[in-house]
């Protein structure tokens, strides 16, 4: 990976800005019911910095645009797909609150419709700064732009957003610790 890509996005560089001065860094990953990808991001971003003995502290939530499945567990088929790649995803979906664009760093959305939500929702322009698509951490190779949403597809569908997320979540990590590091000027 050439995390130049990612920390020379001004985007990332402006929302990771802080990181080298608080040693600490909190992301909230964001779909619309929080049943899908935002808690498959959380669990993988959480296996991801479980791998690492970095020096970097993270907070990882994740939550929904919508009020659809407050106080669920994740969609039944991300959790069985995110089981055999040995990850459980334990998560209770909530919805967005207007404190989170304060207690975040981070705010980190699926795909363009809940970047729109997010940016409607945000309290004020520090927060709408924080709002990142996830896609800003994408490898080169791939040709998406966004996450899709799983939850009308098949197997195909979940395997592909964990493709997605895995890839993502560990560019995220690796981005925030040379940040954290200084490593990148």
Not at 101 to 128: K, T, V
Not at 133 to 141: K, L, R
């Amino acid at each position: 990976m050439n995390i130049l890509q990612y920390h020379d996005n001004p985007r990332v560089r402006r929302a990771l800005a802080n990181i080298k001065e608080q040693g600490k860094i909190r992301v909230l990953f964001v779909c619309l019911g929080n049943i899908c990808r935002s808690p498959a991001a959380e669990g993988l971003m959480k296996e991801a910095i479980s791998d690492r003995n970095s020096s970097l502290q993270w907070t990882i939530d994740s939550a929904g645009t919508g009020n659809y499945h407050i106080g669920d567990l994740p969609d039944p088929r991300m959790r069985a797909h995110a089981r055999r790649r040995g990850l459980t995803l334990d998560h209770h979906c909530r919805q967005i609150k207007p404190y989170d664009f304060d207690d975040f760093d981070l705010i980190i959305g699926m795909d363009a419709s809940n970047i729109s939500n997010l940016r409607r929702l945000a309290p004020n322009p520090e927060a709408e700064e924080k709002i990142l698509p996830m896609s800003d951490f994408f490898g080169i190779s791939t040709k998406y732009d966004y996450v899709p949403d799983p939850y009308y597809d098949g197997a195909e569908g979940f395997e592909l957003v964990l493709d997605l997320l895995t890839d993502a979540t560990v560019n995220l990590r690796d981005t925030a610790e040379a940040a954290l590091d200084n490593s990148l000027a």
